[in-house]
């Protein structure tokens, strides 16, 4: 699908899959689609009546106090790619992080709702509690954002770029680097969770 919407717009690939049968019904069975956050994108902008950048700056970025511009990956009709491909600073995902970490508030200002933060981060369902990531069952699944362990939360990019937050300890670590080839994607992430555990059982160690 992604290779598609490199040759296209991103809705054309989308309604190309209009027809497709739904396997199960709503709210009972999991299966990460990048086509669903590319549709709920589409929504987005149509509701906000702005494209989905203006929305991210007016809303998030700019109240956020970020050091520098987000640069949003387009599509050939230059629509935003919303299941990817958001370029920023390393220290402008920790702002992020940040605001994630302390109830979506950043710089004295509420920035995310608290009651939506807490939506977000919850499992909705038996089937989101332990899903699949890179072919392995190990994670539940919110509302766009892996839920990793208590009080454990990521948002995790395509090939390793990861925001990762401990909300009860208040730790927040960013990682940009990029995995190599895809076979090798489980035990990249398996090393990856070691490492953002190890230094979370440090911090508790030494507090």
């Known amino acids: 699908m ?11 690939v989308i309604l190309g899959f209009k027809d497709i049968k739904v396997s199960s019904d709503p709210g009972t069975a999991y299966l990460y689609s990048s086509l669903d956050s ?3 994108g589409r929504v987005l902008a149509a509701a906000v009546k702005k494209n989905v950048s203006a929305y991210l700056e007016e809303k998030i970025w700019t109240p956020m106090g970020a050091e520098s511009h987000a640069v949003w990956y387009t599509d050939r009709k230059s629509i935003e790619r919303t299941s990817c491909c ?3 600073t390393s220290r402008d995902f920790a702002r992020i992080g ?6 979506g508030q950043w710089n004295g200002k509420q920035i995310i709702p608290v009651e939506w933060l807490k939506e ?3 499992i909705h369902g038996e089937h989101l509690s332990k899903v699949a990531i890179a072919r392995e069952q190990r994670m539940g699944y919110g509302y766009h954002i892996w ?13 390793g770029q990861v925001i990762f937050i401990d909300q009860l300890k208040n730790i927040v670590m960013v990682q940009t680097a990029v995995y190599g080839p895809s076979q090798n994607s489980i035990t990249n992430f398996q090393e990856l969770d070691a490492l953002l555990a190890g230094v979370v059982a440090s911090f508790s160690a030494n507090q």
């Open 120 to 122: 977000m981060t919850k």
């Open 147 to 159: 839920l990793m362990a208590p009080h454990q939360i990521a948002l995790r990019g395509h090939r």
């Open 98 to 103: 940040g605001m994630l970490a302390n109830q």
């Open 2 to 12: 992604l290779q598609l919407m490199d040759q296209t717009g991103g809705l054309d």
């Open 86 to 88: 958001i370029g920023a």
């Open 38 to 40: 590319e549709l709920l």
